[in-house]
Antibody, heavy 123, light 111 residues
Framework: EVQLVESGGGLVQPGGSLKLSCAAS????????IHWVRQPSGKGLEWVGR??????????GYAASVTGRFTISRDDSKNTAYLQMNSLKTEDTAVYYC??????????????WGQGTLVTVSS | QSVLTQPPSVSGAPGQRVTISCTES?????????VHWYQQLPGTAPKVLIY???NRPSGVPDRFSGSKSGTSASLAITGLQAEDEADYYC???????????FGTGTKVTVL
């Protein structure tokens, strides 16, 4: 059974950093892309970024709103993906989900989702 | 930047038919990329409802259907049920951004 479990959320001050983890089971992350999607409380979904599969050289891509501040990485030995968030802003406050797409392409759907982890950026 | 616009809310009585539109504001998606639909129940992660414009994953009731024409897509719910009360999002890919986009979301209320 495919499962994704996020962790690492919490309260951080503006300008601070936080690293989220996405532990996968039921599949190998090296053979799959992993995406991050966020959702501010009471608001809509926003795609944050992705890391592609080993076959696609682990290429990364990001939304304009986080480019230069967020970095997605993975550790295949731990079957885990990460979202490193730097220079955090209050508008980054949201529940962050990791998702596994149906396949590693532009036509994929986000088939599997974690339970989400809450990040709050506030002084 | 591409935006997928949905009505903020739609409502209907049990048994009625409701539709949710998803209109993109640029030509970056157009006919080239599929639109998918997700249902998000309160307090839960989204779930795929329709993929590739018109296809239902196994387990999704056939009262849900999708369509797409040019730069607009629609989700229809026929025979509305109380358990359909949720938020619905369309989603596609934007080639100019090399990224994925979600619609603004629609809250469905069953009267």
């Amino acid at each position: 059974e495919v499962q994704l479990v996020e962790s690492g959320g919490g309260l951080v001050q503006p300008g601070g950093s936080l690293k989220l983890s996405c532990a996968a089971s039921g599949f190998t992350v090296s053979g799959s892309a992993i995406h991050w999607v966020r959702q501010p409380s009471g608001k809509g979904l926003e795609w944050v970024g992705r890391i592609r599969s080993k076959a696609n050289n682990y290429a990364t891509g990001y939304a304009a709103s986080v480019t230069g501040r967020f970095t997605i990485s993975r550790d295949d030995s731990k079957n885990t993906a990460y979202l490193q968030m730097n220079s955090l802003k209050t508008e980054d406050t949201a529940v962050y989900y990791c998702t596994r797409p149906s396949h590693d392409s532009s036509v994929s759907t986000f088939d599997y989702w974690g339970q989400g982890t809450l990040v709050t950026v506030s002084s | 930047q591409s935006v997928l616009t949905q009505p903020p809310s739609v409502s209907g009585a049990p048994g009625q038919r409701v539709t949710i539109s998803c209109t993109e504001s640029s030509s970056n998606i157009g006919a080239a990329y599929d639109v998918h639909w997700y249902q998000q129940l309160p307090g839960t992660a989204p779930k795929v409802l329709i993929y590739g414009n018109t296809n239902r994953p196994s387990g999704v009731p056939d009262r849900f259907s999708g369509s797409k024409s040019g730069t607009s897509a629609s989700l229809a719910i026929t025979g509305l049920q109380a358990e359909d009360e949720a938020d619905y999002y369309c989603q596609s890919y934007d080639s100019s951004l090399s990224g994925y986009v979600f619609g603004t979301g629609t809250k469905v209320t069953v009267l």
